[in-house]
């Protein structure tokens, strides 16, 4: 069974960094693209990032280009997001979501939380 | 940025068959688009059930279709059952640009 579980969320402050982790299981993670989604409260989604089964290409939304940071340890099958001078509109749920072959979005995790907030 | 559109909100009576859409402010969606759709329900983490515009997962009922429609990306519930009742968003990818995008998702009522 795919699992995958966030971890890392919590309160921070207003320029301050943070960074989430995504350990998965139930699958071969090195074979898969991976992805990073976001949902603010009582918001809707948003695409934040992907990263390649090679760590290459690696893209970004236009919202956390320059700040935020996606990678990953295939050897410790984890995922990752560095996310650096934090604004109050980065809080929300951050969801790692795993891919399957030809499905970019095959599996979700269950979300941590990110407060951004002095 | 290309924005994605849907219908805020939906109803549609136990049984019946309702469609959802997903625009580009780009133009026409096309199979090029590779368009998801996803489900969620208050509290849950979402769980896709279409990708590549009408491919299904195991767990994705049959009575849920995806198709394109008039220049449109399509969801189609037909017979709808009151766990049917959720969020639904249209996922689309822009090649092109290295960007994909949500579109901001549909309250569907089953009443």
Redesign the interface.
Known sequence: EVQLVESGGGLVQPGGSLRLSCAASGFTFSSENMNWVRQAPGKGLEWLSYISSTSSPIYYADSVKGRFAISRDNAKNSLYLQMNSLRAEDTAVYYCASGSGSSWLYSWGQGTLVTVSS | ?AVVTQEPSVTVSPGGTVTLTCGSSTGAVTSGH?T?W?Q?KPGQ????LI??TS?K?SWTPARFSGSLLGGKAALTLSGAQPEDEA?Y?C?V?YHST????????TKLTVL
């Open positions: 940025q590779y998801y996803l969620q983490a979402p769980r896709t990708y590549d491919n997962h969020d968003y996922f990818s290295w960007n994909w995008v949500f579109g901001g998702g």
